[in-house]
């Protein structure tokens, strides 16, 4: 208490005095002298003043919410110790708005802003009913307490978890900027709120929300059919049982519209399974197999989970880009381009395996790099490539390596013990030359970072078939790195498609720099909405939706 108003406390108190001799007692019963100074004149002024000692005493400045007070005391002093919430001796119509909020958001870490919201709007009934004093003492209280509430609320679902614990679940993009003081000011003076909560958060928040009501709903009414698979695949033409529980599910989900109730696997069950499979990520055959049936016996307390915890991960997002942007979802396995806010294209995708995983954040894409050089990092050669030189020492030659020096001289590796090193004292560096058996393909985009991720091209294109798509060492190997390179080169008369074609195929490395730095996000969203409205779901390949959600309490 004595650290947090230290610095303003002599100037507040001369504040106050000044107020408490003036202003004061314009909003007071007539005459002073006959009557309670502390009391709301029978036609009190649209706006309230009050003065700096009646906030330096609130009682929340004791507690934890202290860390609040010098800038919102700043705030309410900028504004002459004007009161926020009340106009005209009641409450403005944007407290409903507030209180509404708060009710809606009911999850663990949210209920003590929820029972918060709840003990204010009962207090203010009060005061409506005349069960309380309505002395300005309590209406400065109760201002104050308001404002810490949106401020508590803001913070919460608009901001979310802190960086620090963000970082425990591997998230590492920096979050939005949002002063909420500021969000406090504008929320106040808005005239379109709707607009304004809308603007506070990544909108796919708000998609998520319009599933997570339909799945609130599915629940209270009993959830979708549990499926007990026997291991048998089952395709068109195919009858058993089960499908009559399959048919069910499809059509809890959306995914089937049909009324039967038929253990026949018919073309328009078969259409709904590739529907489900489409909303999964499993490739789209409309037959009944394992990664299928593992998706279908989710339930629905499952899937509001899921929903949940991405919800948080939209709370730390930055605002999305107008211009072209990159992102990369890990749990999906694609890469897209946006311009505009617009899906312009999007490839498959290889991302890194579960112990070697692929960082989730940001940067600037700033370089092409064509018939790279593969480099190939200390862990790579300490794990696997000098293990298999002492096997066989011929391994860099049938590879197309080449050992080098710091300073990039090229020697000859014929003279060197590989017997001698473990790993990590290994005295010089091994690349891979240029070329279609690359590593790295023939492109490589970089948009250089601490983690040395970046995209690139791959001579392993039978990858991309695969469901599951985590076989790299941390890098995003992509599907279309022509297509890439051309798009964003399109603009650049110095590269017409031509020139990019032949750059590719040469033995030498040649890197482009950008005219203009495209934003790149690698991200983790296990739970996604469509352009056409449809709610997605992916594996948590990296565990870190089972660590956010006890980090949420979402299991008690």
Not at 15 to 35: D, H, I, K, M, P
Not at 163 to 181: A, C, F, M, P, V
Not at 264 to 272: I, K, N
Request: hydrophobic share 35%; net charge neutral.
């Amino acid at each position: 208490m004595k650290k947090c108003f230290s610095k303003n406390l002599q100037n507040l108190i001369l504040v106050g005095f000044l107020w408490v001799s003036g202003l004061y007692l314009t909003y007071c019963r007539g005459n002073a002298s006959e009557q309670d100074s502390s009391q709301i004149s029978e036609t009190p002024p649209a706006y309230i003043f009050t003065d700096s000692l009646l906030f330096i005493q609130h009682p929340a400045w004791a507690g934890p919410d202290s860390l609040w007070c010098d800038s919102l005391l700043r705030r309410y002093a900028e504004k002459k110790y004007q009161l926020f919430w009340f106009r005209y001796g009641e409450p403005v119509e944007y407290t409903s708005i507030l209180f509404q909020l708060c009710r809606e958001s009911a999850e663990a870490l949210d209920r003590p802003i929820q029972e918060d919201a709840e003990k204010l709007s009962s207090r203010l009934e009060a005061i409506r009913a005349e069960q309380d004093s309505n002395s300005i003492q309590i209406l400065t209280e109760i201002d104050i307490s308001l404002s810490l509430l949106f401020l508590k609320y803001a913070n919460r679902n608009w901001v979310g978890l802190p960086e620090s614990i963000r970082q425990q679940t591997g998230w590492r993009i920096k979050g939005k900027d949002k002063n909420l003081y500021n969000l406090l000011e504008n929320f106040i003076e808005g005239k379109d709120r709707n607009e304004f909560q809308r603007q506070a958060i990544y909108s796919q928040y708000d998609h998520l929300g319009t599933w997570l009501a339909k799945y609130r709903k599915i629940e209270a009414l009993g959830g979708w059919p549990p499926l007990d698979w026997n291991g048998q695949e089952l395709q068109y033409g195919d009858t058993a049982e089960i499908l009559i529980k399959v048919r069910q599910l499809l059509r809890i989900q959306e995914d089937l519209s049909d009324s039967l109730n038929s253990p026949v696997f018919d073309s328009v069950l078969t259409r709904g399974v590739r529907a489900f499979q489409i909303r999964h990520g499993i490739q789209p055959t409309g037959m009944l197999e394992a990664l299928t049936f593992r998706a279908m016996r989710y339930s629905v307390k499952d899937r509001i989970r899921q929903i949940l915890i991405n919800q948080e991960r939209c709370r730390w997002a930055p605002p999305e880009p107008t211009g072209k942007y990159i992102a990369v979802n890990i749990p999906d396995f694609k890469l897209m381009l946006f311009d505009q806010q617009k899906l312009q294209w999007s490839c498959n995708a290889v991302v890194g395996k579960e112990k070697t995983n692929t960082v989730i954040f940001s940067n600037q894409l700033e370089y092409i790099v064509f018939s790279p050089y593969w480099n190939v990092p200390r862990s790579i050669l300490a794990n696997e490539l000098l293990p298999a030189l002492r096997k066989n020492p011929e391994y860099l030659k049938q590879h197309n390596m080449e050992v080098y020096t710091g300073s990039g001289k090229v020697i000859a590796s014929t003279h060197i013990n590989w017997h001698l090193y473990k790993g990590y004292d290994f005295p010089y560096n091994i690349r891979q030359k240029p070329g279609r058996n690359n590593a790295l393909g023939r492109v490589k985009f970089l948009f250089p970072n601490e983690y040395n991720i970046y995209l690139h091209d791959t001579p392993a294109k039978n990858l991309f078939a695969q469901p599951v798509r985590a076989f790299s060492h941390g890098c995003i190997r992509i599907q279309e790195p022509i297509k890439l390179a051309k798009y964003l080169l399109q603009n650049d008369p110095e590269w017409p498609e031509e020139k990019i074609m032949a750059a590719m195929d040469r033995d030498a490395e040649e890197q482009v720099t950008l005219k203009e730095k495209i934003p790149v996000f690698i991200a983790y969203f296990t739970a996604f909405v469509d352009t056409e409205g449809r709610i997605h779901f992916r594996e948590d390949i990296y565990k870190h939706d089972k660590k956010l959600g006890e980090l949420l309490r979402l299991d008690n």
